[in-house]
């Protein structure tokens, strides 16, 4: 995506974090933590990080999110 960083674990990406630009609001993240039906794959959720709170929040989804990642 254009304007965000793409985190990696290896060749697969799990995260969106803002650079130039951001998704909804500048201070969103994006992660790939659903689990997909047998029909689809994983789809992108989107978290706006907007106190402290949300801040130790997003860093626990971007773990579960990086730990679901294949290498």
């Known amino acids: 995506m ?3 960083f793409s985190i990696y674990r ?3 990406i799990f995260a969106l974090l803002p650079g130039t630009r951001g998704l ?3 201070n969103t993240i994006a992660t790939k ?3 997909p039906g047998p029909t689809e794959r994983e789809k992108w959720q989107s978290f706006a ?3 402290d709170d949300k801040l130790a929040a997003a860093l ?3 773990e ?3 730990r679901k990642a294949r290498k």
């Open 2 to 4: 254009f304007g965000m």
């Open 10 to 12: 290896g060749d697969t």
């Open 24 to 26: 909804e609001q500048p």
């Open 33 to 35: 933590l659903n689990e």
């Open 49 to 51: 990080v907007e106190d």
């Open 60 to 62: 626990k989804r971007l």
């Open 64 to 66: 579960k999110a990086y």
